[in-house]
């Protein structure tokens, strides 16, 4: 099994930035792939960014290039999401994900995704 632990969520004012973590334990962890998502209230699940983990390739939601930032550190086995000039409508549950190397969905969808955690609560107040 594999467990997977966010921090660094919290109030934010707009303009502002956060860093969330994203700790991975469990012996059989290895993954492909480690994905953010987001999700607002009344909203679906929303792709943010995925970044491989042996390569460190990353891709992000469109909307979000430019102010969102993954990166991981293998060795602490985490990944990290910096957010940059924070908006009201990033406000949501962001919680992370780890894609085994079977590719029978994008990175985009969540179903590629084998585990998840349980979310940081991020507030970006106007």
């Known amino acids: 099994q594999v467990q997977l632990v ?5 109030l934010v004012q ?23 998502f987001r999700q607002a209230p009344g909203k679906e699940r929303e792709f943010v960014a995925v970044i491989t983990w042996s390569g460190g390739s ?3 939601a469109d909307s979000l290039k430019g102010r969102f930032t993954i990166s ?18 990033d406000t ?7 894609a ?4 029978f969905f994008a990175f985009y969808n969540p179903k590629r995704y084998d585990y998840w955690g349980q979310g940081t609560q991020v507030t970006v107040s106007s």
């Open 14 to 36: 707009a303009g502002g930035s956060l860093r969330l973590s994203c700790a991975a334990s469990g012996r059989t962890f290895s993954p492909y792939a480690m994905g953010w």
């Open 72 to 89: 991981r550190d293998s060795a602490k086995n985490t990944v990290y999401l910096q957010m940059n000039t924070l908006k009201p409508e």
């Open 58 to 60: 990353t891709s992000y």
């Open 100 to 103: 085994s190397a079977r590719a």
């Open 92 to 98: 949501a549950v962001y919680s992370c994900a780890s």
């Open 6 to 10: 966010e921090s660094g969520g919290g």
